[in-house]
């Protein structure tokens, strides 16, 4: 079972800002696909937004791009993800998760059943 750890989350006004951090042991961050993905009430796992770790390259979902950015630090296997502006349809439990898989295209990057190990979340809560 591979450890992912994400952290950061809390409540904040419309508008606001956050930044969550999900850590993967060495081995899994090496050269992966690592995705952030929300889970808002009564919603499905909605992945948005990838990174490359080898390569650096990112896509997100329309609906957070512009907004939120996501990035890494390959010294401590951990990346981030800046959200700015956000809004109360941004309220969710936020998890990440990572795979071998390579290119990152969203077609399944995005897709919650490509995934096997999850972390335990961050809640994200934005009040209007």
């Known amino acids: 079972q591979v450890q992912l750890l994400e952290s950061g989350g809390g409540s904040v006004e419309a508008g606001g800002s956050l930044r969550l951090s999900c850590t993967a042991p060495?081995?899994?961050?090496?050269?992966?696909?690592m995705v952030w993905f929300r889970q808002g009430p009564g919603k499905e796992r909605e992945g948005i937004a990838v990174?490359?770790?080898?390569?650096?390259?990112?896509d997100y979902d329309d609906s957070v791009k512009g907004r939120f950015t996501i990035s890494g630090d390959n010294a401590r296997n951990t990346i981030y993800l800046q959200m700015n502006s956000l809004k109360p349809e941004d309220t969710a439990m936020y998890y990440c998760a990572y795979s071998g898989r390579y290119p990152c295209a969203r077609w399944w990057a995005f897709q919650y059943s490509a995934y096997a190990n999850w972390g335990q979340g961050t809640q994200v809560t934005v009040s209007s």
């Open positions: 990174i490359h770790t080898g390569t650096n390259s990112t």
């Open positions: 060495v081995y899994t961050y090496s050269a992966s696909c």
